[in-house]
T-cell receptor, first 110, second 113 residues
Framework: RKEVEQDPGPFNVPEGATVAFNCTYSNSASQSFFWYRQDCRKEPKLLMSVYSSGNEDGRFTAQLNRASQYISLLIRDSKLSDSATYLCVVNSNAGNMLTFGGGTRLMVKP | GAGVSQSPSNKVTEKGKDVELRCDPISGHTALYWYRQRLGQGLEFLIYFQGNSAPDKSGLPSDRFSAERTGESVSTLTIQRTQQEDSAVYLC???????????FGSGTRLTVV
């Protein structure tokens, strides 16, 4: 079983739609959680950290369920510019090491 | 500097030649990581440096791959006797610790012909 699993997609949604991505992780000792965004032929960039109580940044909402070892990202009112691959990222037992999921590809259509 | 800097941005090399890739981390970041990303694939961990501790080399795919870092400064990733399967984007990242996430450089696109 992979340490961090994501549905690779692609998710094809119209502009203005709400879309949700899910991610599961296997290491119950993980302490830090993130969503990264990677545009085509670019490096990954931190989108947002994920906090235990859930957190929101504009149109983006992240949730963490430690009991189920599950992380989610909700994007409201999708924009064309949201088209990218979204990476679920979890820290490992080693503390400083992050483990990256394979990514979920989102395509927002006009 | 303001971000993680990698050089060269693109490198085309002949099969069998050695290549050296460079990474300048963000000043003050004690941790430095190298990843490889093949076209259309996910990130593949290669090696991790934390301060002056022994590096975690568990991701290096073969003994043709090696990396060095002096203290908390520049790192170089060396690939000897390059093969076509080494063609990929090599990404470097740095962080104060993994709890705060990584900042990636823009990568070196390596093409072995």
């Amino acid at each position: 079983r992979k340490e961090v699993e994501q549905d690779p997609g692609p998710f094809n949604v119209p502009e203005g739609a709400t879309v949700a991505f899910n991610c599961t992780y296997s290491n119950s000792a993980s302490q830090s959680f993130f969503w990264y965004r990677q545009d085509c032929r670019k490096e990954p960039k931190l989108l947002m950290s994920v906090y235990s109580s859930g957190n929101e940044d504009g149109r983006f909402t992240a949730q963490l369920n430690r009991a189920s070892q599950y992380i989610s990202l909700l994007i409201r009112d999708s924009k064309l510019s949201d088209s990218a691959t979204y990476l679920c990222v979890v820290n490992s037992n080693a503390g400083n090491m992050l483990t990256f999921g394979g990514g979920t590809r989102l395509m927002v259509k006009p | 500097g303001a971000g993680v800097s990698q050089s060269p941005s693109n490198k085309v090399t002949e099969k069998g030649k050695d290549v050296e890739l460079r990474c300048d981390p963000i000043s003050g970041h004690t941790a430095l990581y190298w990843y490889r990303q093949r076209l259309g694939q996910g990130l593949e961990f290669l090696i991790y440096f934390q301060g002056n501790s022994a590096p975690d080399k568990s991701g290096l795919p073969s003994d043709r791959f090696s990396a060095e870092r002096t203290g908390e400064s520049v790192s170089t990733l060396t690939i000897q006797r390059t093969q076509q399967e080494d063609s990929a984007v090599y990404l470097c990242a740095s962080s104060p610790t993994g709890y705060y996430g990584y900042t990636f450089g823009s990568g070196t696109r390596l093409t072995v012909v």
